[in-house]
């Protein structure tokens, strides 16, 4: 079935470094790909998403680029701030072009960036 | 964003005793929203799809009959916990589908304590 594998945390990481959290997939159709982010306490937000390959979803100066050839949707920022210091869940939806049936997520990765 | 709410934010109960938990869109019609339960430190598990005027598509494990879903209106859906036991006690997020934006938008959700 479809899946979601995420590395393994926690991530720590000093402030202004450069962030890269891996993400694969495992899916039979065309997935939309997407990054969410969890504050501690707080619900999911959706931080960025892509609908088809080679599309690079960003915001807040993340990124990740949908790479169909190595089935990928690594999250990356050049520089974070503590203020970044969240759980990060990577997901994905089968329906071509939507993202309105059920997704399913990895199982996050928590980012603490020291000051 | 879109906004979806949850209430309560928090809830203590007693072994034996049923919970209702309220997920609304706020500035949106959402006919489809998902069910959500998170362990601590662990990723979300979908527990069913809600979808309006209709049955709830519950995932395999989930018990219907302790999880009652009702879809009532395009801005409402409900999750009640029926004879609550300690184990019960989790972190339940629901998630609305905006279908214009083909996105999900998360609550910020529930955490329930079962005495």
């Known amino acids: 079935g479809d899946s979601v594998t995420q590395m393994e945390g926690p991530v720590t990481l000093s402030e202004e470094a450069f962030l890269t959290i891996n993400c694969t997939y495992t899916?039979?159709?065309?997935?939309?790909l997407f990054w969410y982010v969890q504050y501690p306490g707080e619900g999911l937000q959706l931080l960025l998403k892509?609908?088809?390959?080679?599309d690079k979803g960003s915001n807040k100066g993340f990124e990740a680029t949908y790479r169909k050839e190595t089935t990928s949707f690594h999250l990356e920022k050049g520089s974070v701030q503590v203020s970044d210091s969240a759980v990060y869940f990577c997901?994905?939806?089968?329906?071509?072009?939507?993202?309105?049936?059920?997704?399913?997520f990895g199982t996050g990765t928590l980012l603490a960036v020291q000051p | 964003g879109a906004v979806v709410s949850q209430h309560p934010s928090r809830v203590i109960c007693k072994s034996g005793t049923s919970v209702k938990i309220e997920c609304r869109s706020l500035?949106?019609?959402?006919?489809?929203m998902f069910w959500y339960r998170q362990f601590p430190k662990q990723s979300l598990m979908l527990m069913a799809t809600?979808?309006?005027?209709?049955?709830?598509?519950?995932e395999q494990g989930v018990e219907k009959d302790k999880f009652l879903i009702n879809h009532a209106s395009l801005t409402l859906s409900t999750l009640t916990v029926t004879s609550a036991h300690p184990e019960d006690s989790s972190f339940y997020i629901c998630?609305?589908?905006?279908?214009?934006?083909?996105?999900?938008?998360f609550g910020p959700g529930t955490r329930l304590l079962v005495l």
């Open positions: 998630s609305a589908a905006d279908r214009a934006q083909e996105t999900q938008y």
């Open positions: 500035d949106f019609q959402a006919t489809t």
């Open positions: 809600s979808n309006e005027g209709s049955k709830a598509t519950y």
């Open positions: 997901a994905l939806d089968t329906l071509l072009g939507g993202a309105t049936n059920k997704l399913i």
């Open positions: 899916a039979t159709g065309y997935p939309s």
């Open positions: 892509a609908t088809k390959a080679d």
